[in-house]
Nanobody
Framework: QVQLVESGGGLVQPGGSLRLSCRASGISFSGYHMGWYRQTPGKQRELVAQITSGGATNYADSVKGRFAISRDNAKNTVYLQMNSLSPEDTAVYYC?????????WGQGTQVTVSS
């Protein structure tokens, strides 16, 4: 059974930082491309950052220079370091694992940026 479990969300003040984690089980993690997405009510889920199985990264323009995605294949975990957070970053953040036609999603973790 495939499971992606996100953690690390919460409430943070503008300008603050959070680190999200997503631990995968039931897949050959090192072979999967991993991504972080986010969604706010009434809007489509959008890509935030992704990292390939080879370690190449890609970011949404809105988070470039503030967020960093990384992975630890030994721990089956992908991270999203989020710095200089603003209220516009408030959303539910989802982890995704993809390989060929196989795609798996986590349950999401809420990030709220507010003073």
């Amino acid at each position: 059974q495939v499971q992606l479990v996100e953690s690390g969300g919460g409430l943070v003040q503008p300008g603050g930082s959070l680190r999200l984690s997503c631990r995968a089980s039931g897949i050959s993690f090192s072979g999967y491309h991993m991504g972080w997405y986010r969604q706010t009510p009434g809007k489509q889920r959008e890509l935030v950052a992704q990292i390939t199985s080879g370690g190449a990264t890609n970011y949404a323009d809105s988070v470039k220079g503030r967020f960093a995605i990384s992975r630890d294949n030994a721990k089956n975990t992908v991270y999203l370091q989020m710095n200089s957070l603003s209220p516009e970053d408030t959303a539910v953040y989802y982890c995704k694992a993809g390989w060929l036609s196989f795609q798996y999603w986590g349950q999401g973790t809420q990030v709220t940026v507010s003073s």
